[in-house]
């Protein structure tokens, strides 16, 4: 039985951090299994086209060694790879569950995974693919976050549906003070002046131009992307209000 997609072709970003079970690092491919069986079970109700972006945070993260004496454009391009190492266990465990998958990279490695042609995603996408993209924007000084706007737009997507660990955008950090507001609806302008750092300046500028929606919701709950999807409002919407 499916269910009504509101959004037919979907850009989801999964921060890295997912992927590392309990303590947040490594590769945990129980975590992967999980994310992969619901993305699996939720592709086959919905009838949706889908492409994840995936962060690296859960094997390396180049602010983490801010203050060591190594090159930022060196660290950036580590973290590039991390995110590759990712997108090929997610890539396993979806293919488990008997998904069609392609890695494409905005960093060349040929002998594991496909460059990134937009021509060949969107193919991939039609033939009812799930195209992971790994490598980031294949830049430095810029974050998966903005390399899901690129691509959202790139592919043109209806929505980007970006994971967090919190419940949507707050107007301050909901860890540290436990009377943060949470929004529930913001313009792309809002964001971007607030400097609300959910997602960076970039990304939120990327999907303004190109008038993707953005929902920011809390990944800890999996069905929650399923509901988004279906059009239930969950998590922080930003659009042009």
């Known amino acids: ?15 890295g ?20 069986r619901y993305i699996h079970e939720m592709k086959q109700k919905l009838e949706i086209e889908i492409a ?5 945070g859960n094997l390396f993260r180049a ?20 995110t590759v190492m990712n997108a090929l266990a997610l890539q396993e465990e979806l293919e488990r569950f008997g998904e069609t998958t392609r890695v494409m990279s905005s960093v060349n490695i040929q002998s594991v995974c496909e460059p990134f042609v937009k021509r060949k995603a969107v193919r991939h996408l039609e033939k009812g693919r799930i195209v992971i993209l790994a490598g980031g924007t294949g830049n430095p000084f810029f974050t998966t976050d903005s390399a899901a ?17 919190t419940d949507g955008v707050y107007d301050s950090d909901p860890i540290k003070n436990k009377n943060a507001k949470l929004y529930r609806e913001l313009s792309y302008q809002e964001a971007l002046e607030k400097g609300l750092t959910v997602m960076d300046n970039t ?39």
Do not use: H, W
């Open 1 to 15: 039985m499916t269910t009504q997609a509101k959004y037919k072709r979907v850009l989801l970003k999964l921060t």
């Open 17 to 36: 951090e997912i992927f590392g079970g309990e303590g947040k690092r490594g590769l945990d491919f129980p975590s992967f299994g999980r994310i992969s």
């Open 52 to 56: 994840i972006v995936v962060g690296g």
């Open 63 to 82: 602010r983490e060694i801010a203050e060591y004496p190594v090159d930022r454009s060196t660290a950036d391009y580590i973290g590039m790879l991390g």
């Open 149 to 165: 706007a690129l691509k959202a737009a790139e592919l043109n997507c209806n929505i980007l549906l970006k994971a967090s660990n």
């Open 203 to 241: 990304a939120f500028a990327l999907c303004q131009n190109a008038k993707i929606p953005i929902v920011v919701f809390n990944v800890e709950n999996l069905e929650n992307i399923e509901k988004i999807i279906a059009g239930e409002e969950i998590g922080t919407i930003v659009t042009n209000i």
